[in-house]
């Protein structure tokens, strides 16, 4: 399982088999992955978005022959698996993160700033998404993120590791080999009802069904919220410089030039190539225009454009490079400068101090960020006050409808399932295995807002039944 969270998951590149998933079931409309499942809407979303984006360069004889029906689902099962991984070690996402995603996304930024509400749905629109499911989908992204973040943090590689591994690279070898996809082979593998029960009563100890709990909850989601409270200037304002370090734009330039290419050249040569540099730079010195200059002897990739680099900022260039082109006015020439790619003229054709972006520039952008921060302290303030009433009143319906909160039931589940309306909901899973039936828990925070919890019910754990534990006995069976 650990190569698979290494490796970035796309909707089109990646390809993994079924057969190297866990607990991946296929219907004719679903793939269920564990405890979680893809819906035929969010394969046949993904399947659009994709064919939306090659239309006129496959056709449909091309999307049969390669199967990428399948590669999308594949890629969907790998993110729902990750997804359910990260839940698992208790990694989440806040509202804030999701937001501050987005506000990141180009799509949505428009000079800089939020392109606001309408025009963002709107955009989700035209991708077949509403903006629960975009969000959410930017939720996974950012657990798959810090996913692979906590996996990586901890790879360690000793020096024989590192030697066993140049040698796996650079010692040849001829090897003929097959390989056997055991999960193909699984079907060709029956089982009688008879083996089946022979072997479940051989080992029947090793099958049990775990403790299972089922509670009610009064939720109240942060999202719902949002759209309930009110931000005023004056809060955008104390946002905007609490945070104001954050929204400074630092100094750009923008160049051109010309390189003349010295790596892997001898001394000898490396004389002559800059004998020329100096012929061309009093050209240029001289008033010839450097574009032409630039597509007449630069041997860099931007000859073409005269030798434009756009505009950048610093830690973009190799320092000596970097160095000369800050150091220079508007309209200067540099003297020859030496790099680890050769020997460059440097011309910049215009400056961008650095600058801190006002308040009425970002005013939009940070609105949904604050609005994000105060629903959830509406959801914390208004649990707390229904955690306190159900102190006297063990009414949880009346009392959620008091305070405007959603009654929710969860299905009688173990402690390692999880709750997809709720997101990430480690700490609410854990406290409803420690709490006793009847029992009514204090206000917990989950991924998408905050709930009080009452558990109803509590199936203990006991020996599977043939019946209970056939799916896992034909399985033990077949292997």
């Not at 399947?47 to 990428?68: K, S, V």
């Not at 997804?83 to 996304?105: D, H, P, Y």
């Not at 010692?171 to 072997?199: P, T």
């Not at 989950?446 to 034909?474: C, K, N």
């Amino acid at each position: 399982m650990i190569l698979i969270f290494i490796f970035s998951v796309t909707l089109v590149t990646l390809y993994i088999p079924f057969g190297d998933l866990p607990n991946v079931s296929i219907t004719n409309d679903v793939a269920s992955i564990g405890h979680d499942s893809i819906s035929s809407h969010e394969f046949q979303s993904a399947y659009r978005n994709y064919i939306d984006r090659m239309r006129g360069q496959l056709n449909p004889e091309m999307l049969r022959a390669f199967r990428f029906e399948r590669q999308i689902m594949d890629a969907l099962v790998t993110r729902h698996v990750m997804t359910e991984e990260a839940k698992r070690l208790g990694l989440n996402v806040s509202s804030a993160e999701i937001a501050q995603k987005i506000l990141e996304n180009p799509v949505f930024r428009e000079n800089g700033t939020f392109i606001g509400q309408s025009r963002y749905q709107a955009v989700l629109a035209q991708n077949n998404l509403t903006i629960d499911e975009f969000e959410s989908n930017v939720g996974n992204e950012i657990l798959t993120e810090k996913l692979r973040s906590f996996i990586t943090a901890a790879v360690h590689v000793s020096d024989q590791e590192a030697e066993e591994e140049y040698k796996r690279r650079n010692e040849k070898g001829k090897l003929d080999y097959f390989v056997i996809d055991a999960s193909k082979l699984e079907d060709k593998v029956s089982a009688s009802d008879q083996e089946q029960r022979e072997y479940y009563e051989k080992n029947k100890a090793k099958y049990t069904v775990n403790e299972k709990r089922k509670a009610k909850y009064a939720f109240l989601e942060s999202l719902k919220l949002r759209s309930q409270v009110t931000v005023t200037d004056d809060e955008l304002r104390q946002y905007y410089e609490q945070h104001r370090s954050e929204y400074t734009v630092p100094e750009r330039v923008k160049a051109q030039h010309i390189l003349f290419k010295t790596q892997e050249k001898t001394p000898e040569e490396i004389e002559k190539i800059k004998d020329k540099a100096r012929q061309v730079l009093e050209r240029a010195k001289k008033g010839e225009d450097f574009g032409s200059l630039a597509k007449q002897f630069s041997e860099d990739s931007t000859a073409e454009a005269g030798g434009d680099l756009g505009d950048f900022g610093r830690g973009q260039m190799v320092p000596e490079f970097e160095r000369v082109a800050f150091s220079l006015g508007v309209g200067a020439i540099s003297d020859l400068v030496q790099t680890q790619f050769g020997i460059h003229i440097i011309k910049v054709t215009g400056k961008q101090q650095a600058r801190e972006r006002p308040f009425e520039e970002l005013k939009e952008a940070i609105r949904p960020i604050v609005e994000t921060r105060k629903a959830e302290q509406k959801g914390s303030d208004l649990a707390q006050q229904i955690a306190v009433e159900l102190v006297n009143n063990k009414n949880l319906d009346a009392v959620a409808a008091k305070f405007g909160a959603q009654v929710k039931e969860t299905p009688l589940m173990e402690q390692s399932e999880s709750i997809a309306e709720l997101g990430n909901a480690t700490e609410f899973q854990r406290r409803m295995f420690m709490m006793n039936k009847g029992e009514i828990g204090t206000a917990i925070q989950v991924d998408r807002g905050y709930v009080v919890p009452q558990l109803i019910d509590i199936a203990p754990s006991h020996p599977a039944s043939f019946e209970e534990a056939q799916t896992r006995v034909l399985a033990d069976v077949k292997t």
